[in-house]
């Protein structure tokens, strides 16, 4: 069984910063592709930045020169760095990501956090 855990998020004024982390955890053999997608009430569910094993990013739009995705592949953990924030910011940040699991027949699957929340208010 593979989990994803996320931390960081909290309560931050406009213009502040925020770091979200995921953290990979039980069954694992590779980690591919891993991502932060955010909800914001009343709305979908929207792709925010991936990474891929190689560490090739993808950024939405309205984050791109704001957030940056970084990974650390030892501890398993996936990394969102948040600056400039706006209350458009403000949602349910998940972790999503593509992982092969150890245990035989060794199957790839996709895998979501719970979720952490993001509130940009002053």
């Known amino acids: 069984q593979v989990q994803l855990v996320e931390s960081g998020g909290g309560l931050v004024q406009p213009g502040g910063s925020l770091r979200l982390s995921c953290e990979a955890s039980?069954?694992?053999?590779?980690?591919?592709?891993m991502g932060w997608y955010r909800q914001a009430p009343g709305k979908q569910r929207e792709l925010v930045a991936t990474?891929?094993?190689?560490?090739?990013?993808n950024y939405a739009d309205s984050v791109k020169g704001r957030f940056a995705i970084s990974r650390d592949n030892a501890k398993n953990t996936v990394y969102l760095q948040m600056t400039k924030l706006t209350p458009e910011d403000t949602a349910l940040y998940y972790c999503n990501a593509d992982i092969q699991q150890q245990i035989w027949p060794r199957n790839t699957n996709n895998y979501w956090g719970q979720g952490t929340q993001v509130t940009v208010s002053s």
């Open positions: 039980g069954s694992i053999f590779v980690i591919y592709s």
């Open positions: 990474i891929t094993g190689s560490s090739s990013t």
